[in-house]
């Protein structure tokens, strides 16, 4: 590893500032592209709120399909940013400081969409409120507060609430930079959002105080989140569904999926903004050996699914079990199994693959694409066969406006992405800056390793 050239302060500000005073035409090219695949998405809503859930696949007993395969899968995604910024700055690893607010605000923006995607599933989205703040106070109905299903409206929101604030709290001081460059009504908004920051020692104390405090608060909902979702499905009597492993297993899928999107985002970044003296191979080397371990974890309790399901000798498991591996979802979950684990993983096992961006890029996208597959799975084979009656099974097929909603998703949190970044800075100017001026590299043998030292 070559030791890369120290940059100044004013190399700093004038590089990751770039995105926000400059606009290059790929940024609007990349915005009308973006509009136009979320305008398909508003017509096929307007078309699902007008002519109601006919306008979809779903029918009896099939009545999840891509909606709730969408909100599992962004809920997922949404992970990447606890993952990455509490647990790394939790334990002082220097390398999270480039991409730390990238997965920050996704985790942000995934989470909106998601929660968007239940709202779209009920079909009538001006009573969704009523099952997350009951208000029917006249008739003295009531959902039940037993029900996972309530319980999630309470986990996201904590959850979202709690990710804002960590995103906010991280950015004052790089608004308060961005008031100082620049002019107009953008410096009145920006002094607005700062806070007076003025970057004295008693702020800064508090900042890091704060910074601490919001990632010790969000582990225990970054657990829990996850974990409900899984209750959706665990604590039904639906055969395929009723397993104990749920919690964990979807916590560290979520996990998998999430941070391998961070990947992708980063390497986005990279082109998008010219940002090759911040997000450098070795950060791609460093998330690439988590997700061995995370990808295998995966594995493990996949496994276990299967062993639950064939030692537990009950018939309608077997059905959905058998129904799974048949075709055509046989084909459907090979294809899983490969992107999640016989692909990416002996990829990653090798130093040069992991500090290989492209080849980075091109594992992440097979991941993500298996972990919405794998969702895919959970659901659909399950309702078809969710009766051991035959006159009780069903088929699903994806209607155009389910498919232009799944679009839309995509192109949602892309464009969120893309309109934040104009705004904001994508990488924390500060931390950038205090990683520079503690950084040293000490040199052991043939390697130069890199080091801390806080005077």
Excluded at 29 to 50: D, I, R, W
Excluded at 216 to 225: C, D, G, T
Excluded at 321 to 345: D, Q
Excluded at 350 to 367: C, D, E, G, L, S
Aim: glycine letters at 6%.
């Amino acid at each position: 590893m070559h030791e890369r050239p120290r940059l100044t302060p004013i190399q700093i500000n004038r590089d990751l500032m770039r995105s926000v005073v400059e606009t290059p035409m790929v940024f609007y090219v990349l915005l009308l592209l973006l509009m136009g695949l979320v305008g398909l998405g508003v017509v096929a809503a307007t078309l699902l709120v007008t002519y109601g859930l006919g306008v979809t696949g779903l029918n009896h007993p099939v009545f999840w399909g891509f909606f709730i395969i969408n909100f599992v899968f962004w809920v997922g995604i949404s992970h990447a940013g606890t993952m990455i910024s509490a647990i790394l700055r939790l334990t002082s690893a220097e390398w999270r400081r480039p991409v730390v607010r990238a997965a920050e605000v996704m985790t942000v923006f995934s989470l909106m969409t998601a929660a968007l995607f239940v709202v779209l599933h009920t079909g009538r989205p001006w009573r969704t409120l009523y099952w997350a703040f009951p208000y029917d106070f006249v008739r003295g109905i009531w959902p039940d507060v037993r029900s996972p299903l309530v319980w999630d409206p309470s986990a996201i929101f904590t959850y979202l609430t709690g990710s804002i604030l960590f995103v906010y709290a991280a950015l004052i001081p790089d608004l308060a930079l961005a008031r100082d460059q620049t002019t107009g009504w953008r410096r009145t908004v920006y002094g607005v959002l700062c806070l007076g920051w003025r970057g004295n020692a008693r702020q800064w104390k508090l900042l890091n105080a704060t910074g601490l405090l919001l990632s010790a608060l969000i582990l225990p909902v970054f657990v829990s989140v996850h974990s409900i979702v899984s209750w959706d499905f665990g604590m039904s009597l639906v055969p395929g569904w009723h397993v104990h492993i749920f919690a964990p297993y979807f916590v560290v899928g979520a996990v998998l999926s999430g941070v391998a999107a961070v990947i992708a985002l980063m390497a986005v970044m990279r082109s998008l903004f010219r940002l090759h003296d911040y997000i450098r191979p070795e950060h791609f080397d460093m998330i690439g050996r988590l997700l061995i371990v995370v990808a295998l974890a995966w594995a493990y309790f996949y496994f276990l699914d299967f062993v639950f399901a064939l030692i537990s000798k009950e018939e309608a498991e077997y059905q959905v079990m058998k129904l799974r591996l048949s075709p055509p979802y046989l084909y459907l979950f090979l294809l899983m199994v490969v992107c999640n684990v016989f692909l990416p993983v002996p990829i990653w096992m090798f130093r040069r693959f992991r500090r290989n961006i492209p080849i980075m890029i091109f594992t992440a996208v097979v991941v993500n694409i298996g972990m919405w597959l794998e969702r895919f799975l959970i659901i659909i084979p399950t309702l078809q066969r969710r009766h051991p009656d035959a006159f009780a099974w069903g088929d699903y097929s994806a209607s155009l406006v389910e498919i232009a909603l799944v679009i839309f998703s995509f192109a949602n949190v892309a464009l969120l992405l893309l309109l934040f970044s104009k705004i904001f800075p994508v990488i924390p100017i500060w931390e950038e800056k205090e990683g520079h001026i503690w950084k040293r590299e000490f040199r052991i043998g043939k390697l130069r390793l890199p080091a801390i030292v806080r005077e």
